[in-house]
Structure formats: C-alpha cells, structure tokens
C-alpha cells in the first residue's frame, strides 16, 4: 500500500476512509495523538510513546480498550503493509462516538491510525523561525488534538518564509509549534523545564540524556527571548526531526556559535535512530 488508514479495525487508503461525523474528535477535538518514525519496518522508540499516550488518555479520562502490548503489535503490523522504507506513524485516541454534548461518559474510545512515507531529513538541515506569543490555553503538556492556535502560529511563520513558530509567554521560551525548543550557551544545554505550557517531548528526554552522558551540563529553566536569541546554537527536537539547528529568527542570523557540541548531540541522535531501527542478523 501507499499509505495506510485505520479506524476502529477498518483498514484501507486515507483517503478513502470514513469516520462517523459523531466522533468527539470531529466536532471538540476531544482526544490525543502521538506519533514516531519508522525504518525497515522498526518504529522509533515505540514504547516510550505509547506509555506517554496511555497517560496522556488517563489524565483525560479516554478510555482504551486494548493494552499497551496490543496497540504495539498492532502498530509493528500495520506499517508492514505501507511500501516504504521510512515511514511515519501517527495514532490517536478520541473519547468516542455519541451525538455532540459536552458532557459525556463513554466507555469506548475510537483508535485512529495513519501510516505514510516519509524520510527523516539530513542531520546538516537547517531552519528559520519566527517569534510568536504562546496564546494556546493551559494544557499543553498534553498531547491533545486540541491545536488550532499552533496550526495559526505555524501559518504566520509560512507566510513570513519561515519553517517554524517559536512561541514565548511573556518573554519566556515555550516551545514551537511542533517541536521542542533548546539552546546552547557556554557548552551547556539549556532547556525550558517540564510545565504544563510545554509537552514532554521523548526526543527532548534523550537529548538531555545523551547531553549527560558527555559531560555537557543540562539546566532544566526558564529562559527568555534575549537569551534565544544570543544562543550559541538554537536547537529544535521532535519525532519526526529528531534534531535540527535554527539558523534564523525573524530573517536575522542566529547560532552557528558552537558547531562542535551541536555536532556531538546530532551524531548521537541520529546513530541512535539508525541503530535502533537496523534490524539485527
């Protein structure tokens, strides 16, 4: 296949499947996603991310009917059938199909999963970015479906010939639209610490990780606008970046200060994502 959509067990094209207009993520956005890599059939730190999404509907009160081992074979299976090497994998979990009301109780969620080609970029790309006010409400911690104002914030950065929104709160960094944000300063990692105004990102987790293990100092703290901007390098993680250097903010250079330490964490980030998903002999 070329692309792969499922919904409640049904399988098929994307385009050609249906979901019920009653579906809670139709009309509130009432759900949450996660979503990784593939290579050679071996999706990226799968675990991690189905944990996060078991939590994420947990604190949501979503209920799951099938377990975290099932959703993870269920997952390896699936993106057999897409005819590519690297794939990737989104999955989300509404709260359900009932007729629109706010408040509801069911007790079944409808799983939704979309698998399609696509490649991880070189670890040398680049990109620009605008900065933006974080006008999104008060939950972002939580993967939920809920993305309108970062779907705004990213077509202000498209219009501008940018690639990404990094958003701050009264001058303190969040993080993009999309992706985590960090800096490099003086040979140390500075990243803002977990909040409910930024997601946990799994990326974010072994970047700091890695940062550790070679000796780099991490902070863990608030950081602001000025500091981003006289970054030695400007640094975004997500799943389906794994790590990429911001080489501008609005149309002005930044980063490019430090090119060693950033090179050290990208050649870790990378060898870690080709290792894992090279299958063994």
């Known amino acids: 296949m070329k692309n792969l959509g499922y919904y409640n067990g049904e399988v098929g094209l994307i385009d050609e499947m249906r979901v019920p207009m009653n579906d809670r993520a139709f009309y509130f956005g009432d759900g949450v996603y996660d979503a990784v890599m593939c290579r050679n059939n071996i999706p990226y730190l799968l675990s991690e991310h189905i944990d996060r999404f078991y939590r994420n509907c947990d604190r949501l009160a979503i209920k799951i009917q099938m377990k975290k081992h099932e959703l993870f074979d269920l997952i390896c299976t699936l993106v057999k059938k897409v005819d ?64 309108l104002p970062n779907v705004l914030a990213s077509q202000i950065a498209s219009r501008a010939g940018a690639d990404e929104a990094i958003l701050h709160r009264s001058n303190i960094i969040t993080e993009g639209t999309h992706c985590n944000i960090s800096i490099l300063k003086n040979g140390r990692l500075i990243t803002a610490p977990e909040s409910r105004h930024i997601l946990p990102g799994v990326t974010r987790a072994h970047l700091i990780k890695i940062a550790q293990r070679n000796e780099i100092i991490v902070e863990q703290r608030e950081y602001t606008s000025s500091e981003l901007l006289d970054a030695d390098e400007i640094i975004v993680t997500s799943s389906s970046k794994l790590l990429r250097a911001v080489n501008s903010v609005n149309g002005k250079s930044v980063g490019g200060k430090d090119a060693e330490t950033l090179n050290l964490l990208k050649k870790e980030l990378f060898g870690a994502y080709y290792g894992a998903t090279t299958p063994r002999a």
């Open 84 to 147: 590519a090497n690297e794939k990737f994998v989104y999955f989300h979990m509404s709260r359900g199909n009932a007729q629109r009301a706010h408040e509801l109780t069911l007790d079944k969620g409808s799983l939704c999963i979309m698998i399609m080609p696509r490649e991880i970029e070189d670890l040398d790309a680049t990109m620009s970015a605008v900065l933006l006010p974080d006008v999104r409400y008060e939950m972002c911690d939580i993967k939920t479906l809920n993305l």
